[in-house]
């Protein structure tokens, strides 16, 4: 860290902290206060988390504002000042990377705000608590899943593309080495990893199409997240090839139980996010109360097929789409 961006830091803090004991006469004594740094709620998997940790912070007491950040390491910065500034009591942190949540957890502690992270991960351990979905276990079900479909269809000799999410992020990492180590028992080939950036639609869908147009031996495309899975399949179907490369995912969007019981999707590990955010809230409220908790905090994923999906749509309902926010 340079000088100048030392004394920026110093900078930023002190106005901080001023700011928020000039605004402390302001808040009841009784109120108290979370703040959610999300990496982007317009994404289906982080709102739906934003609704967990709503759901609890409201059967908890605590006031609750979502700060979106857009995916942008730098709006999360400003969006960290501001929560600080209003006076939270707690922080729940969902970064945009491992990387950048360092800066963030420093900002905290130098405010004495204490941080637990759902999802993605962190540089440094400064955290009250870390919730995590077992992105590796996950990952290398679904590729066991998805072997099994190309066994089916007698494709197993053939080799399996992957659009990844961010290899810097500590779950990107996880899930990538679970699913090749799947891959890698079975005997299966991969035919390359191609890694999002700022997960559109059209993103998606060229790496897809540079995964088919690239390897004539392709049999399916493992897509590391959800949201984009039109961009993979649009890909599939322009180069003519429905129904000859299969398509697994990561995480859930509602109309995969539809696309699962039809056979379009081979399946999908799908992370519990409203769980998450309700066991995050539930994590602070303890620490806050000054219980000792888990540093730790690992959930399972849910490796979904057509073979299991009736049995989980109880669990898929509440922990996976969030539908118990809209009872």
């Known amino acids: 860290m340079t000088g100048s961006t ?6 930023i803090l002190s106005w901080t902290l001023a700011c928020q004991l000039a605004m402390a006469s302001d808040v009841p004594a009784a109120e108290k ?4 740094l999300v990496s982007d709620v317009h994404i289906p ?32 910065l400003r969006l960290t000042m501001e929560a600080i500034r209003s006076g ?23 405010a004495g705000v204490p941080v637990v992270i759902s999802d993605i991960g962190a540089g440094a351990d400064s955290y009250v608590s870390y919730i995590e979905s077992d992105n590796h276990q996950g990952a290398y079900d679904v590729g066991h899943l998805l072997v099994d479909a190309m066994v089916e269809a007698d494709w197993e000799s053939g080799s399996v593309g992957i659009v990844a999410i961010p290899q810097k992020r500590a779950n990107g990492k996880a899930r990538t080495e679970g699913f090749l180590q799947a891959l890698t ?46 961009g993979a399949l649009d890909a599939i179907a322009d180069a003519g090839m429905t129904g000859e490369i299969l398509l697994v995912c990561f995480d859930a969007e ?3 139980i539809g696309m699962i019981a039809s056979g379009q999707l081979v399946g999908a590990g799908m992370q519990q996010p409203f769980l998450m955010g309700e066991k995050a809230v539930e994590t602070m409220d303890l620490h806050l109360q000054g219980s000792e908790v888990e540093k730790l905090q690992r ?26 926010a809209a009872r």
């Open 6 to 11: 030392k004394l920026l830091r110093i900078v």
């Open 254 to 256: 509602p109309e995969f």
């Open 185 to 230: 028992e079975r005997g299966v080939r991969t035919a390359g990893i191609l890694q999002q950036s700022d997960f559109s639609y059209r993103e998606t869908y060229d790496h897809t199409r540079t995964l088919i147009d690239r390897h004539p031996e392709l049999r399916a495309i493992w897509l590391q997240g959800s949201n984009r899975y039109r």
């Open 45 to 76: 998997f982080w709102r739906i988390m934003a609704e967990g940790v709503r759901h609890k912070a409201g059967e908890r007491g605590y006031s609750l504002k979502v700060y979106s950040a857009g995916n942008q390491a730098r709006e999360e």
């Open 33 to 36: 206060r979370l703040a959610y």
């Open 88 to 110: 939270v009591d707690g922080i729940i942190l969902s970064p945009t990377n491992s990387s950048a949540a360092v800066t963030v957890l420093e900002l905290a502690g130098d």
């Open 299 to 324: 959930l399972s994923v849910l490796p979904v097929s057509r073979q299991n999906l009736d049995r989980l749509m109880p669990v898929i309902e509440r922990n996976v789409l969030g539908m118990e």
